[in-house]
């Protein structure tokens, strides 16, 4: 028998248990770096797409810029649109064919001599209604103006609907988020719901044809845009409450596309009129700047005028900031009045405020409803002039300051104290 001499390996035997747990240890380290390899590589590559995808983080704001406007002049108005391009739909006046549960009002209205107003009670569904024959095919865009006198939370629901006569086809609006006072409502086209009409965004499947025999049961006609025979309104109060409605000027628009022409925070500040003479007018509620004028410092500009509401100024906004509103402000006296004013709206003391720079009246002067006037302002430097014209031709200096503030901005127009004013004729030079 071969003795073994132990001292030859080290004192030591290898137990294949250990030898075997060694393995499995040696396993589990090369699992766990691959898989940190795996997890760091996918954290590396979404960390780069998040560096280029675009989005905003909480630590990077977009910064917003507009180029200089470099040529010598600009006009804008929209006379030259046809004069269909706005369809006046209800005007609500006595001398409209209205029925059903309703009644007309002449203290409480926005446009004419009066309005419409319904009211219900008691989870009382009422409807008001005027026959009239419509080809509105054409319309993108409808727009009401309704005043509600009652608590929003009083309303169940408010309808507006395009229908045939009998009102057996329709197409219908849920009007929502009503507010106390006067609302301007927008409505898209492809907004409306239909009710045995032709829906305006649906494309229609082609279908194999068939033979048609006498005994056929006939196909349902559709009813389409352009054949409206009915227009009216629904609504209904909740359980135990009342909800009054004045409803004031429903109208069709073509397009928005004069929009483009505007910095306008919200779009209904901007609408479309047409006058009784036929003609296409810019309306403004609010305050917008024209696109193109951006970064102007020497100028004039004029534009006229008519201010349909008492008590409520308007006029224009230079070197004004679309995001904040700062700016010089020329403003003129709603109807009945004779006031101007010149103020600047910015910072004072890390706050927002208005400072009258300059005010007064014209004695001899009244600014009259259905009456255009013509306002100007010529701007050198920190000097600026400001200008009254009955006729468009022959201005009056009202007001002059020097102020450095504002040294370059937009131009634009404005319109404060809930009131509304027609502007046309818009002319710029620099």
Do not use: C, H
């Not at 509401?309 to 009045?337: C, W």
Request: hydrophobic share 40%.
């Amino acid at each position: 028998m071969q003795k073994i001499d132990l001292g030859k390996f080290g004192g030591t035997i290898k137990s294949p248990i250990k030898s075997m747990n060694l393995n499995k240890g040696t396993l589990v380290s090369i699992v766990i770096i691959i898989a940190t390899v795996a997890i760091g590589g996918f954290l590396l590559v979404t960390k780069k797409d998040s560096l280029f995808s675009g989005k905003d983080s909480a630590s990077t704001s977009v910064s917003s810029v507009q180029l200089k406007f470099t040529e010598k002049s600009l006009k804008l108005d929209y006379s030259s649109l046809a004069k269909d391009f706005v369809a006046n739909i209800a005007g609500f006046e006595k001398n409209e064919d209205w029925q059903g549960s309703s009644e007309f009002d002449d203290v409480l209205f926005w446009q004419g001599e009066s309005s419409l107003v319904m009211s219900s009670r008691d989870n009382e569904k009422i409807e008001a209604y005027l026959p009239k024959t419509l080809d509105l095919g054409k319309y993108q865009v409808f727009k009401l103006a309704a005043y509600l006198q009652t608590d929003p939370a009083d309303i169940e629901a408010v309808r507006i609907y395009f229908a045939n006569k009998d009102k057996t086809a329709y197409f219908s609006y849920p009007v929502t988020n009503l507010t106390k006072g006067w609302n301007f409502i927008r409505i898209p086209k492809i907004k409306f719901s239909s009710v045995n009409a032709v829906k305006e965004n649906l494309i229609k499947p082609k279908t194999a044809q068939k033979t048609v025999t006498p005994s056929a049961v006939k196909e349902t006609v559709l009813l389409s845009w352009d054949k409206i025979e009915r227009v009216g309104i629904e609504l209904t109060a909740r359980s135990n409450s009342t909800a009054t409605i004045n409803l004031d000027e429903l109208k069709a628009l073509e397009t928005e596309d004069y929009l483009d022409d505007w910095l306008v925070a919200n779009p209904v500040y901007l609408d479309l009129v047409k006058t009784s003479n036929g003609e296409i007018i810019l309306q403004s509620r609010g305050m917008a700047l024209i696109k193109k004028l951006s970064g102007i410092t020497n100028f004039s500009f004029k534009a006229k005028l008519q201010p349909l509401k008492a008590s409520a100024r308007s006029g224009f906004i230079v070197r004004g900031d679309y995001k904040t509103n700062y700016g010089y402000y020329f403003l003129i006296d709603g109807v009945n009045g004779n006031r101007w004013q010149i103020q600047k709206y910015g910072l004072a003391d890390e706050k927002a405020v208005t400072t009258i720079i300059k005010n007064g009246v014209v004695n001899n002067f009244l600014v009259e409803k259905d009456k255009p006037l013509w306002l100007k302002v010529e701007a050198k430097g920190s000097n600026l002039k400001f200008y009254l014209s009955v006729d468009g031709k022959s201005f009056t200096r009202l007001g002059e300051i020097n102020d450095g503030e504002y040294k370059e901005g937009g131009v634009g127009i404005a319109v404060f104290d809930s009131g509304a004013t027609l502007f046309d004729g818009m002319e710029f030079s620099q």
